[in-house]
């Protein structure tokens, strides 16, 4: 069975950090790219992060380049997000998912982990 499982989000004050953390199981976990998404009720899903099982490349939406980092450990197949310099603008559900490879349509999501971003 497939599993990611997203944990870390909470609230935070603006221009506080939280760090995101989604375990997974039941693929290999080396082979696929891994991808952080947020969504805000009432607008689409956005790709935040990625980084390429390929070559170890990240990737970042515009709009948190410089103050969120993707990072994967693959002896845990856990990938991280660390985010920091956070802004209200950043409040939504934030999930993980397992992608061929970055920003592609994803082969497996996790469940969402909510950030709240308080002014």
């Known amino acids: 069975e497939v599993q990611l499982q997203a944990f870390g989000g909470g609230l935070v004050q603006a221009g506080g950090a939280l760090r995101l953390s989604c375990a997974a199981s039941g693929f290999t976990f080396d082979y696929y790219s891994m991808g952080w998404f947020r969504q805000v009720p009432g607008k689409e899903r956005e790709g935040v992060s990625c980084i390429s099982s390929s070559d170890g490349s990240t990737h970042y939406a515009d709009s948190v380049k410089g103050r969120f980092t993707i990072s994967s450990d693959n002896a845990k197949n856990t990938v991280y997000l660390q985010m920091n310099g956070l802004k209200p603008e950043d409040t939504a559900v934030y999930y993980c998912?397992?992608?061929?490879?970055?920003?592609?349509?994803?082969?497996?999501w996790g469940q969402g982990t909510l950030v709240t971003v308080s002014s």
């Open positions: 998912a397992a992608e061929p490879e970055c920003w592609s349509v994803p082969d497996y």
